[in-house]
């Protein structure tokens, strides 16, 4: 879209809420008169108004390429928390972007080589760096983040980014004022000319979504029904369906459907740069709601702001048991530990999450390492040369890096490290690429910048509390809202799949063929039969190497269709 007077050129994905609050001010300000109701047209004119300060002042989720012809200067810009992807490439004579990398992969200066430290940081955590990619020379824009380059140089900027103040301490204000500003939130994402939907899992955050509808307006839920009771979450969608007064459409992620062609198409669609494997299941779910729907609303960030995860309370109890034995103690029990774990259908069975606990507890920032697929004392093992380099470095230092240069106690830090670096780097990839692969625009009013800010002004003893419950302050607000314990009292689940059960039968073909007898696709980054004796160990149940199957088989794809090397 141009400006009135052509001079700025814009090329934007996603989508301005306060569109109209900034048409009120810049008709006031400057006598801008709207020619349409579209969004878009807002960003050249505040561009023009307020110059490159616009783009803080938008609200929503966005990627934005702004040229201004007059001072022929590109602007690349990105929301605060990076929930719209804008991938970088600059060779020092010209910069390119886009949404995808497969955008970028068609320019031929777009190297097709593997970064190392970023493979290896890959492996080691199932996604890319939250700034990097996989690839050599191609990077991701920070979120919250400003670039401007000309014919005198490139700068960038950060215009926002979380915090955490501790100015809140009472509940019931808390919660007061959180139910007031999400339903005001809600409201305001509601704003379409196309049906919208709420996407409804059995938690907490996506409750507090539909629970925050208007009563006028009608939004049906959308939910993945699982045929392992472990893992199906119906009867607690069914409950909240009922409690808001809306029809739900469950889409079934059953045996016999075509998992290997699913688990092509997620690939593709996050670009090799994700092997979290809730986005199977994610994907299925956006397929399905888009037949209905155009818009959804999701209940995603909450965890990362409200303090939803048990990695928190570990965070906690680690920094209190660390100095109990040595490092080599607690790296012997993790090994003791593992040992002993078996293939299991669990996310994370009991022997599982005792090894993470001890091994993270070994670590010098053991809440870097909790979520770990591929653990430290594996690498020299199973690395070739490809990845043994010294240049290759740790791949758990950047998010430890996030986490010891935040400011406040090691809750805060937690959190903190959480925002700025595993959001934009899982969660919100596996939200954005899935549902924009089907054409589903969904939105997520927990990341609002109003309610970021709220959850960042909180006590942490509003989030967690000693008998170890979590999301304090979304539970009580739940409950305010007229949801009864059945859910404001259920532990945390996730959106999980069953893994194992898929690579048993499903994917097991495809897992043969390119973890045993097309293995040598990994080298020169891992050796071919180191490769295949941990698949074949996996198999026999001798260990559980199920996060690190799926995230190899998902470079494996990723390779075999852009042809990476």
């Not at 990627?63 to 804008?86: C, E, Y």
């Not at 031929?108 to 199932?126: E, I």
């Not at 986005?279 to 303090?307: N, P, Q, Y």
């Not at 050796?527 to 799926?550: M, N, Q």
């Amino acid at each position: 879209m141009l400006s009135v007077d052509g001079r700025v050129v814009i090329v934007y994905n996603g989508e301005i809420y306060n569109d109209q609050d900034l048409a009120r001010a810049l008709a006031k300000q400057v006598g801008f008169v709207r020619r349409t109701s579209c969004d878009a047209e807002i960003i050249p004119a505040a561009y023009a108004a307020w110059g490159e300060e616009a783009f803080a002042r938008f609200e929503g989720m966005f990627a934005i390429a702004l040229w201004d012809r007059q001072t022929k200067t590109l602007f690349l810009a990105r929301d605060g928390v990076g929930i719209k992807p804008l991938y970088v490439h600059d060779d020092g004579r010209a910069i390119s972007f886009a949404s995808e990398l497969k955008a970028l992969l068609v320019d031929p200066r777009t190297p097709r080589r593997f970064s190392p430290p970023d493979l290896a940081h890959m492996l080691a955590h199932g996604y890319a760096p939250p700034e990097r990619t996989l690839l050599e020379g191609v990077r991701q824009l920070a979120p919250g983040s400003i670039l401007a380059t000309s014919a005198n140089g490139t700068r960038e900027r950060r215009f926002w980014q979380p915090r955490r103040t501790h100015e809140i301490d009472n509940l019931q204000s808390a919660t007061e004022e959180f139910v007031n500003t999400f339903s005001t939130v809600v409201r305001e994402q509601l704003a379409s000319d196309v049906d919208v939907g709420v996407l409804q899992s059995g938690g907490i955050d996506s409750s507090l979504v539909s629970m925050a509808l208007p009563q006028a307006r009608i939004v049906p839920l959308f939910s993945v029904r699982f045929a392992e009771r472990s893992h199906d979450e119906s009867a607690l969608v069914d409950y909240v369906a009922r409690a808001s007064g809306r029809q739900v459409t469950y889409i079934d992620l059953a045996p016999g459907s075509d998992i290997v062609a699913d688990f092509r198409e997620v690939v593709d669609a996050v670009d090799g740069q994700l092997s979290d494997a809730s986005a199977l299941a994610c994907h299925r779910l956006s397929e399905i709601t888009r037949r209905h729907v155009k818009v959804a609303l999701s209940g995603d960030g909450a965890d990362e702001f409200f303090g939803g995860y048990p990695t928190y309370r570990a965070t906690a109890m680690a920094s209190g048991l660390r100095g109990w034995m040595p490092p080599r103690a607690w790296r012997l029990l993790a090994r003791g530990m593992r040992a002993v774990a078996r293939g299991s259908d669990e996310r994370l069975s009991a022997p599982e999450k005792a090894y993470r606990f001890f091994h993270g507890l070994s670590q010098a920032t053991p809440h870097a390492t909790w979520r770990h697929y591929f653990p430290s004392w594996m690498q020299g093992k199973v690395y070739g040369a490809g990845l043994s380099g010294s240049d290759v470095g740790d791949p758990f230092s950047g998010y430890a890096a996030a986490f010891d240069e935040a400011k406040g106690d090691v809750i805060d830090q937690a959190l903190l490290a959480d925002q700025t670096y595993y959001l934009p780097a899982d969660l919100l990839v596996k939200l954005d690429r899935t549902s924009m692969a089907h054409g589903l625009e969904v939105r997520v009013p927990m990341l609002d910048r109003r309610i970021m800010e709220f959850a960042g002004r909180l006590d942490h003893r509003l989030l967690l509390d000693r008998t170890g419950s979590t999301k304090r302050v979304l539970r009580q607000a739940l409950s305010l809202m007229g949801c009864g314990d059945v859910v404001t009292k259920a532990p945390k689940r996730g959106f999980n799949l069953p893994i194992n059960s898929l690579l048993r039968q499903e994917l097991g073909s495809l897992a043969n063929r390119f973890l045993d007898r097309e293995a040598d696709i990994f080298a020169p980054y891992l050796r071919p039969d180191e490769v295949r004796s941990l698949w074949r160990s996996h198999v026999a149940g001798r260990s559980d190497e199920k996060y690190i199957v799926w995230t190899l088989m998902t470079l494996a794809v990723w390779c075999e269709k852009e042809g990476i090397c």
